[in-house]
């Protein structure tokens, strides 16, 4: 009764390896860099099989599905990096675990896909989640989709990143695109939560589920939130996004972690709210607001780990 976990070191893989170690369930946590892997999973111990693998690279998928009932699926980059490309890791590496999955007898599998998903949207990153969600769905697995809005928590890339620039920043700030895009931020507890609570409800499978926080909240609203939780103030100043990509453009040619790519730029024009939230009314969870303590860990970004992470790409959090 093996759950395998791709993504595993990555930060909804590690939130769902650590509620199925806390039910005792046995775990295969497939990951591409076993030096995060430790950094991540190191505690579990041997509660955790640690495995290596690479959803590009189909063989390197096939010794993991021995023994395996069900996988959760959580590989995926925002960011493309020189030959890891939205259609190869997204796309064609889903297609692989899918066709992998088939050929091992593995039937249950949770696609980890995003809210907004769409493989007929103009979006090169949204259409690539769709594109994967397609196969999925057209597949014999027994499969379930969750498509979480931005989630947060302590390893998050999407606000920590805004609370780095906070700290490297001073006085004013960027109020992106006017503020005005939405989002409905969820925790990162709440989807691995939600992911566990489908693994063992089969009345999920064959569903699309969107899981959303308890607000919708503007961008200027988050940015405020994230000026908050770090205690200091900034003067913010409305900054359109066409303004933005040529700095954005460049970030992302000269640094090793830029922390912003133009197609991520693109979706702020995608209203980021979901529409039928299943976190509550499918799993009955009942969503961490984000705001007070729970997004007290944005305090500790700090200017040095903004750099660092920058300019050498490195895991910080
Ligand atoms: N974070 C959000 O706000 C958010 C919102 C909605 C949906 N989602 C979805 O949630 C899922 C997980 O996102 P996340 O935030 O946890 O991302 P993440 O922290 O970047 O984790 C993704 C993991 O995938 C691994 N990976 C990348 N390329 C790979 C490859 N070729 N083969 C094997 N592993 C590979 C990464 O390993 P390395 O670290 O070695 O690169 C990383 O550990 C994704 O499907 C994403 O679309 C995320």
Redesign the pocket.
Known sequence: MTILV????????NNVIDKLVAQGRSVRA????LE?AQMRLGEYGDKVEIVQ????QRDSLLPHIQGVTAIVH?????MEKGG?TYEK??YQ?TVNLVDVAIDGGVSRFIN????GADSSLPYRFLAS?GKAQDYVAASNLKWTAL?????FGT????FNTFARLVRLTPLIFPLIGGGKAEFQPVSVLDVAEATIRSLDDDSTIGKTLGLGGLEVLTLGEIEKRVIQALNTRRIMIPTPVWLLRPAVFIMEKTLRGSPVSSSLLDLLAVPNRVEDNALVNIFGIEPIPFRGEHIAYLKNASAGQALKKFFTGA?VN
């Open positions: 791709t993504g595993a070191a990555g930060f909804v893989g497939m990951v591409r860099n995060k693998g690479d959803v590009t959580t590989v995926a980059i925002s890891q890791v997204n590496g980890i896909s995003q809210n989640k498509r979480p809005s931005a989630i390893q998050d890339e999407f895991t």
